[in-house]
């Protein structure tokens, strides 16, 4: 693959559109990502995780990559499960343990039965990157309303240059 790729939303737009790059990239993600011009440490594992309309994956990530971010000032959304749960241990557990639960306990609210909430934590070795559903193509569900209405972040702490 000759193009590099700027930033996660240009990555998108191509998994979204091509299949195989699609598999490739959840297969075997830092090749992809070398092929795109985007090179990924060695010390870092990328764990690739897709959304459907079942299943919604959240990134926690760690609050000293986030340090001075949009995170930290704002507290809509999914930024402030975030929030929480870096000043909460307790919380955060209940949230990688039951994250569904946790997340309708917050936002006041149930989600739908038939979606299930995986929550993933970041760590200084351990990545994890979510191919959402494109929305162009489906339906957004609830959750995925919040993380939108939240700002959440978009794109993966560390990876490309802004």
Request: net charge negative.
């Amino acid at each position: 693959m000759a193009n590099q790729v700027k930033n996660y939303e240009a990555l998108l737009e191509r998994l979204w559109t091509d299949e195989k790059l699609k598999n490739d990239f959840i297969a075997n993600p830092k090749i992809t990502f070398a092929e795109m011009g985007v090179h990924i440490s060695d010390d870092i594992k990328l764990e690739i995780h897709e959304d459907n309309l079942e299943l919604k994956n959240l990134v926690l990530p760690l609050k000293s990559e986030l340090q001075g971010s949009h995170v930290a000032e704002s507290t809509s959304g999914f930024q402030a499960v975030i929030q929480r749960a870096w000043q909460d241990e307790t919380f955060k557990s209940q949230l990688l343990q039951n994250p569904k639960v946790t997340i309708e306990k917050v936002i006041g609210t149930n989600l739908s039965d038939t979606l299930r909430v995986c929550v993933y934590e970041d760590t200084q070795t351990v990545k994890h990157l979510v191919v959402p559903i494109n929305p162009a193509n489906e339906e957004l569900n609830e959750l995925d309303l919040m993380v939108v209405a939240g700002g959440i972040i978009s794109h993966p702490i560390g990876l490309f240059e802004a």
